[in-house]
């Protein structure tokens, strides 16, 4: 839904422009606005490069300080990463418990999504 909004109302697509789609699976596809009102789109071929790397990367990272955990998770989805696990390290000064991280989880998710979009994954 969101993304629904962000082709109609931010990028102002038209009738007959296209655009190209990334889908979970990582495979690109162009599609083609067929009725903006209905929001309505029609698949019009996949496209051969492929957007993810050849490896599946997870990237460990002990929990860090203040919001830095949201900028790794951008960045870290921006360059490729597959997974990322975060962790209470020995020496992390940020004590992140069960219920703060349930809390970040939701923003965490929207981050991880812009990253993608924006790196066309």
């Keep these: ?5 962000h082709m109609f109302q931010v990028m102002r697509l038209k009738d007959d422009d296209q655009v190209t789609l990334v889908f979970d699976d990582g495979i690109k596809r162009l599609a083609r606005v ?3 009102e209905a929001r309505q ?3 019009i071929e996949e496209l051969a490069d492929n957007v993810e790397l050849p490896v599946q990367v997870t990237i460990a ?3 860090p300080k203040g919001d830095k955990l949201e ?3 951008q960045k870290t ?3 490729g990463a597959a997974a990322i ?3 209470q390290a020995d020496w992390s000064v940020a004590k992140w418990d069960g219920k703060k991280l349930a809390k970040k989880a939701d923003k965490l ?6 990253a993608a979009e924006q790196s066309k994954r």
Aim: charged content about 25%; hydrophobic content about 50%.
């Design 41 to 43: 789109l029609e698949l």
């Design 71 to 73: 900028w790794v998770a």
């Design 1 to 5: 839904k969101e993304t629904s909004k």
């Design 85 to 87: 696990w975060a962790f």
């Design 34 to 36: 067929v009725n903006v």
């Design 77 to 79: 989805t921006e360059l």
């Design 61 to 63: 990272s002990g929990f």
């Design 109 to 114: 998710e929207k981050i991880v999504l812009g």
